[in-house]
């Protein structure tokens, strides 16, 4: 949620100091890409071993994912719909909403794969101790990292042409920016589909391996 409440202040900066601004932003706001790679993207590794009695209660590989993945849509929904509505507040683009909540279900669905397919490609345990540079192997927190960096070029190449055509539609007119908006949960649908299958084909089998990536050494 730390992403989300910084990526949220950015929007939020412009109308909040009274600089004009382009009440399209309202659509931007659906775009919470960020926020939701940065709170699935180690998912395992915040669940740290006790994840293990998951498995041992008969969830597999692909249980697991499809539970990370649900998790990420539940947490997440409701500040993506929420946020275009508050932008619209400050800026007066009521017009714009339903073009927001296009953008918004596009922009949770589509990070919610990637992240998860982070998840299990570079899972890392957090430390054991309430100092966070206490432990842990740091080689796989820059591999984290590194894949984060990945996830969101992944993303943003994923979804460049869905937001050229929105912006190219908004120089029209709102309507047409819905309509245009309609390819975005598209898009988002088949980024979390492609997302899930090829994570739950990477952990399916090896859950003993990912518990051991995500059991803080002694």
């Known amino acids: 949620m730390t992403a989300l409440a910084v990526g949220g202040a950015v929007y939020f900066l412009a109308p909040v100091l009274g600089t004009a601004v382009d009440s399209r932003l309202v659509i931007m706001g659906g775009a919470i890409h960020f926020a939701v790679l940065f709170d699935g993207n180690n998912a395992f590794g915040m669940d740290g071993p006790p994840i293990w009695s998951e498995i041992l209660a008969g969830a597999d590989g692909r249980t697991l994912v499809r539970a990370k993945v649900r998790s ?31 953008v918004a279900v596009g922009s949770v669905t589509a990070a919610a794969g990637v992240a998860v397919l982070s998840a299990v490609l570079a899972p890392f345990a957090l430390p054991d101790s309430p ?10 927190g820059c591999l984290a990292g590194i894949m984060l960096t990945g996830s969101v070029i992944v993303l943003g190449l ?31 649908m088949l980024a ?7 994570a739950a084909s990477r952990v399916q089998g090896y859950e003993a391996e990912l518990t051991a990536r995500v059991t803080p050494g002694r």
Not at 73 to 98: C, E, N, Y
Not at 173 to 186: G, I
Not at 192 to 198: I, R
């Open 192 to 198: 979390m589909w492609a997302g899930v299958a090829l």
């Open 131 to 140: 100092n966070p540079l206490a432990g842990g192997d740091t080689g796989q």
């Open 72 to 102: 990420s849509l539940l947490v997440m929904a409701l500040p993506g719909l929420v946020l275009p509505v508050a932008l619209a507040v400050m800026t007066g683009g009521w017009h714009w909403i339903p073009a927001g909540w296009l």
């Open 158 to 188: 994923v979804t460049a042409p869905v937001a050229l055509a929105i912006y190219l539609a908004t120089e029209v007119s709102a309507p047409l920016a819905t309509v245009a908006s309609l390819s975005a949960p598209v898009a988002g």
